[in-house]
Structures are given as structure tokens and as C-alpha cells.
């Protein structure tokens, strides 16, 4: 890894604003490699350098990669003025200025979500050049699956308000029940999948982007870092390299 600046190091690594991270180095709080360090402006190699804060080790990542499984009720966003946003629910060791959703899940979907603060890896997320799958398991209030909805969502589906989705899968599950992949990020695009054909979405959890599952360890509400091998995962749909 490059050099980087102490107090940035600090600042990231700490969660601090970059001001308390100067102020942490003021008092005397920091040692790099034993020795202590007040210049902010001091170059770090966070490899091969130990950087201490009030005798607490610190790790430095450039970039924050993390999945929540996200409950009914919070809102997708970093703020609203209504509602609890997914921010609320980062563990506080996890917080970082900068970390955002990538990709939205409604207030009332449940499931699967990533928080980054790396916009590019956000966009091979999102971006629907980009083709990753993202899948939802979804409760119907009518039983209106058959094999001529799987054929029209494999074809794509009328969305209404001229939109229409790309190709699609539909797997039926139950009369009710079924799980859903889709290559895009259409707003509400599941529920108007539905709606569209006759039926209302009841309950819509997302339960694998890419080609890493929903850890189903991961409680209601929780939220970890992804591992080097799910950020892999995620980018390998069902084994293949990404389309591009
Ligand atoms: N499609 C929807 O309609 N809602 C979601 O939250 C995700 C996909």
C-alpha cells in the first residue's frame, strides 16, 4: 500500500473527524512504531508501520465493504427526515464518514444490502452494464404464478409509465411464493413486476447479490465486514466472471 498521511490514517481508521485526529495527535496520544508522533502531515506505511491510539492498535483499509441484513422499516439512504435510515443500524467500530448503500432496498423490503464508501465498487453494483444478478424471494397476494409469467418475465415485463424491465427469472415457489432475478435497479421494480400482472407483493426479501447468499447467520438488523472471499463472491455470479 502507498503512503498515507497520519491523520488520515487516524481519522479513517478511528472513525474520527480529521480535527479530533489532530487533536488526538496534539496531546500525545499517538505512537508509530514506539515513538511518539504529533505531526499530522507525517507519511505512513500502514503495512508495515503500527500505529497506536491510546494504546489501541489501529487497522487501516483504504475502503469499508459491508453487508446488513437489512429489517422492515429503515430506509435505504443516509439520511431522511422521517425515517431511521440503515446508517443508524453500522456497528459504531464500523462507522465511517462516506459510507452509503449501494443500491436501494424499499423501506418495506427486507434482506441483502451493501454499504461501501468506494464509489466505484458501488457502481459495479448498481450499474446495469454491469449485469449482476440481484435475487428476492417474494409473497404474493394472489396466486397468479404460471408458466406464461415465467415466459414474460423472461422476456422482460411492462412496468408501466412506458418503462419496461429486461429479461428476468421467475421461479415459482408456492402458489404464493416465488424467487425472482433481476440484472437492473429499476425503482420498485419487483412490486411493479407484480402489480402489472395482477398481484401485490406482500413481502420481498432480497437474498443474494452476485454470487454471495445472504449469510443466513447474520440476525435481523445485523451488519459485518464482507470477508476478501465474499467480496470475490459477489463478482463470480454462479461461478463465471463477471459480464463487462
Ligand atoms: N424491487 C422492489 O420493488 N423493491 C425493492 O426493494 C427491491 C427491488
Do not use: W
Not at 487516524?10 to 496534539?26: C, F, M, N, P, V
Not at 452509503?100 to 444490502?113: C, N, V
Not at 408456492?174 to 420498485?188: K, L, Q, S
Amino acid at each position: 500500500m502507498s503512503l498515507i498521511r497520519l491523520d488520515k490514517l487516524i481519522s479513517t481508521a478511528a472513525g474520527l473527524s480529521r480535527s479530533d485526529a489532530k487533536r488526538q495527535l496534539a496531546s500525545g496520544s499517538v505512537l508509530v512504531d514506539g515513538c511518539r508522533i504529533r505531526d499530522g502531515s507525517a507519511q505512513i506505511d500502514p503495512d508495515r508501520q503500527t500505529v497506536l491510539l491510546n494504546g489501541r492498535k489501529l487497522y487501516y483499509r483504504e475502503h469499508l465493504y459491508l453487508v446488513m441484513n437489512k429489517p422492515l422499516g429503515v430506509v435505504s439512504s443516509t439520511d431522511d427526515p422521517d425515517s431511521p435510515t440503515v446508517l443508524t443500524l453500522v456497528p459504531k467500530s464500523l462507522l465511517r464518514r462516506g459510507l452509503f448503500p449501494a443500491g436501494r432496498l424499499d423501506k418495506y423490503s427486507t434482506g441483502m444490502l451493501i454499504l461501501t464508501d468506494d464509489g466505484s465498487f458501488a457502481h459495479r453494483i448498481v450499474s446495469p452494464n454491469h449485469h449482476l444478478p440481484k435475487v428476492y424471494e417474494v409473497e404474493l397476494d394472489a396466486p397468479i404464478l404460471s408458466d406464461a409469467l415465467v415466459a414474460e418475465f423472461a422476456k422482460g415485463v411492462y412496468l408501466g409509465g412506458g418503462e419496461r424491465s429486461s429479461p428476468s427469472q421467475l421461479e415459482p415457489l408456492g402458489p404464493t411464493r416465488a424467487r425472482v432475478t433481476i440484472y437492473e435497479g429499476i425503482y420498485h421494480q419487483v412490486r411493479r413486476m407484480f402489480d402489472q400482472n395482477g398481484a401485490h407483493v406482500l413481502r420481498l426479501h432480497r437474498v443474494q447479490i452476485g454470487g454471495l447468499p445472504l449469510d443466513p447467520t447474520l440476525p435481523e438488523g445485523g451488519c459485518r465486514e464482507l470477508t476478501d472471499r465474499e467480496l470475490k463472491a459477489l463478482f463470480t455470479p454462479n461461478g463465471q466472471e463477471e459480464c463487462r
